[in-house]
Structures are given as structure tokens and as C-alpha cells.
């Protein structure tokens, strides 16, 4: 499922909501939630990345499964048209002998 982006104007409120409160943090609790946040952004930006991936990998497979039933069902249609079964009979040999 793709992500909803929110609005750039709720976006902005947040993000000065958040400033607002981080300035009434002591210093070392704003150094940390700006560490965190940090963190969020690329923690972020790995899960986009291996969602692409992911959906990447997905459609290759669905193309080469579909390629494959499409040849499948060609080869139990020629398998199955009426001069086929001559066809395959004139092709079979005699069984072999065993070598000593």
C-alpha cells in the first residue's frame, strides 16, 4: 500500500508544534528529540526504499509467472489439437536395451 501524504499545511504546524516544544525542553532533551528525529528521517527513508524494492521484486516475479502460464497453456494447446496425438506417436521410439 503506497503512503497518504498529509498536507504541506498540516505538515508545517506540525513542524512548529514540535519546534515550540523542543525550545521549551532543557538542552540536553533538545539535542536528543533532534537526534531522534534525525533518526525517523532515515529510518524512513530505508523502509521507502525497501518498499520500492519490495514492489519491484513483486512485479518482476508477476511478469515471469505470467510469461510462464502463457507458454504453458500454448504447450497443452499444441498438446491437445487434434493432429497431436499422431504426431506424438510417430515420434516415440522403441525402448532400448539395456547396455552390459
Known sequence: MAARKKSSSASKRLQSGIRDLEKRLPRNVQSAVRDIRANLRVLQKQLERARLDRD????????????DV???????????????????????????????
Not at 70 to 91: N, T, Y
Open 56 to 67: 519491484a521484486r513483486w512485479r518482476k516475479l508477476q511478469n515471469q509467472m505470467r510469461r
Open 70 to 100: 502463457v507458454r504453458l497453456l500454448q504447450r497443452l494447446e499444441k498438446a491437445l489439437s487434434p493432429g497431436a496425438a499422431g504426431a506424438a506417436r510417430a515420434r516415440a521410439s522403441s525402448p532400448r536395451r539395456k547396455k552390459r
